[in-house]
């Protein structure tokens, strides 16, 4: 089983950045994809992106694509995910959550097994 704890969300005006940390415990997740999602209130989780284990396969959803990066950092046992969040939008107000699953990248939520407690990210117009 893998630990999970995201740091880094805040509140941001429009138009600002913030960098999402996931650090992960228990196990190393180098093989293992990992994946953001995202729930705002009264709506559903949504994926928000995702990251192979070798790093070299990220996947978006449409509405974060060119704006939002994911990345991992393997090496040295720092074992973290990243998820470089710019030109934010009122609308990507959520609870951002990371997630591990051994094997193959996907963007299916029900596939991740190992969740964090999530960070809130809040984007004031």
């Known amino acids: 089983q893998v630990q999970l704890v995201e740091s880094g969300g805040g509140l941001v005006q429009a138009g600002g950045s913030l960098r999402l940390s996931c650090a992960a415990s228990?196990?190393?997740?180098?093989?293992?994809?990992m994946g953001w999602f995202r729930q705002a209130p009264g709506k559903e989780r949504e994926f928000v992106a995702a990251i192979s284990g070798s790093g070299l396969t990220p996947v978006y959803a449409a509405s974060v694509k060119g704006r939002f990066t994911i990345s991992r950092d393997n090496a040295n046992a720092k074992n973290t995910v990243y998820l470089q969040m710019n030109n934010l939008k009122p609308e990507d107000t959520a609870v951002y959550s990371c997630?591990?699953?051994?094997?193959?990248?996907?963007?299916?939520?029900?596939?991740?097994?190992?969740w964090g407690q999530g960070t809130q990210v809040t984007v004031s117009s």
């Open positions: 228990g196990r190393t997740i180098s093989q293992y994809a």
């Open positions: 997630a591990a699953k051994r094997g193959l990248i996907t963007i299916l939520i029900n596939s991740y097994t190992d």
